[in-house]
């Protein structure tokens, strides 16, 4: 069965540029509900479990709803629609292709897209960072909770809520010094390694097989089609 993860990562974030950017440039109700529809069934060809997508998706709805309430008071209802059909193929298209990305395949796809080493790894790292970083966050809650340290209070009052948050400073201040150490660690053996002063081989290889190559001419025909939706319909 064929699943958007099936696809090589290239063509994946090919598709998700071009959509995107006909998104952003298209401007006619009807080909940004085209676009919609068209990113509502890469969601749906992704497969991600509902339970996954859940909070997520229900967040992104309320948002453009609250985003959608605000546009009518100070635009015409046509143009909230757009904007409404806008986000919601940016939210649709952004789940499908970030929740069926492997992250171990972050750096060596940029770098195959034709981007420097010294970028895609930053790029693979920085993204690494922010997981690395709640786990920390978590860990040190668990530790400090295990060592009775109080962080809710049942007053729900001004005074207690920002008490609460006073609370917080000796967890972020142990997080954020191992955040230091571990960026200085990684710095450290990448000097030793002579990283940057010449090309990098990456472990892993990809290729282009003929569905993927289908999806970057596609990719391209649905820019050119954004773009040509703005010349001809406004």
């Known amino acids: 069965m064929m699943t958007a993860q099936t696809f090589d990562p290239r063509a994946r974030v090919t598709f998700y540029a071009c959509l995107t950017t006909a998104v952003l440039v298209a401007n006619d109700w009807r080909a940004l509900a085209g676009l919609a529809v068209l990113a509502l069934a890469v969601l749906g060809v992704a497969r991600l479990p509902w339970a996954r997508i859940r909070p997520i998706w229900i967040g992104a709805l309320l948002f453009i709803a609250f985003i959608t309430a605000l546009n009518l008071l100070f635009r015409t209802p046509l143009e909230a629609a757009q904007q409404a059909l806008r986000a919601l193929a940016m939210a649709a298209a952004s789940l499908a292709v970030m929740l069926t990305f492997d992250p171990a395949q972050l750096g ?9 080493d010294t970028f895609a790894f930053a790029l693979d790292l920085t993204l690494r960072f922010v997981p690395t970083l709640i786990r920390d966050f978590r860990i040190t809650i668990d530790a400090q909770r295990a060592r009775g340290y109080e962080l809710e209070s049942r007053d729900r009052s001004l005074k207690a809520m920002l008490t609460v948050g006073r609370r917080f400073a000796p967890l972020i201040v142990p997080v954020v010094v191992r955040a ?39 990719s391209f025909a649905l820019l050119a089609g954004g773009v040509a939706s703005r010349l001809l319909l406004g």
């Open 108 to 116: 060596v796809t940029f770098r195959r897209m034709g981007l420097p």
């Open 180 to 218: 230091v150490l571990d960026a200085e660690e990684r710095a450290n053996a990448m000097d030793l390694r002579a990283f940057g002063t010449g090309p990098r081989t990456w472990a892993q290889t990809l290729r282009l097989r003929w569905r993927d190559g289908a999806l970057i001419v596609a």
